[in-house]
């Protein structure tokens, strides 16, 4: 397994959409391998493709005792928000308070192209919507409102 470089703020593939995987062979398990290896390494509990220059719609997660991975996903979220911070670690530095959903289903295939269905609350579903947004080339400072937003602005700067 490696541990991939991790793209940051002002890398292209973050802000370019991903596109949809269509081939589910050997590569696909050693880069998702790899990304699991990385996740790990950063100490993060998400990644998304694009994260480490794969401009491909498939992510990781590892948090509490669910963990695993998604290609291909699309995600419904609830009505009630959920409050609390957010960092990543494409976007170094400190983290916002950052609007989310409380709850989250995923929805797509596994590297085998068996069907995969998530649920979660609070920072599960934080981390779907985190890690889906990364896939549609948003980053989390993109969700921040107010002087919020114009604080991160500048500190990116």
């Known amino acids: 397994m490696t541990i ?3 793209r940051t ?5 973050l802000r370019t959409p991903a596109l949809t995987v269509t081939d589910f062979d050997e ?3 050693t880069l998702i391998s790899d990304m699991f290896e990385t996740m790990y390494a950063v100490k993060g509990v998400g990644l998304a493709a694009p994260q480490v220059g794969v401009g491909l719609q498939i992510f990781t997660w590892d ?20 409050e609390g911070g957010e960092g990543c670690l494409s976007v170094p530095g400190p983290g916002y ?3 989310r959903r409380d709850y989250a289903i ?7 192209g068996d069907p995969v269905r998530r649920e979660g609350t609070g920072l599960l579903a934080r981390c779907f919507q985190h890690e889906t947004d990364h896939l549609h080339g948003t980053l989390f400072v993109d969700r921040l409102e107010g002087e919020v937003r114009k604080e991160a602005m500048r500190a990116m700067r």
């Open 97 to 99: 308070d950052t609007p």
């Open 9 to 13: 703020q002002g890398d292209p593939v």
């Open 4 to 6: 991939l470089r991790i």
């Open 27 to 29: 590569s696909l398990r």
């Open 63 to 82: 948090i509490g005792d669910d963990s695993g991975h998604v290609i291909n996903p699309s995600i419904e979220v609830g009505d009630e928000p959920q």
């Open 106 to 112: 995923i929805t797509g295939v596994d590297m085998n």
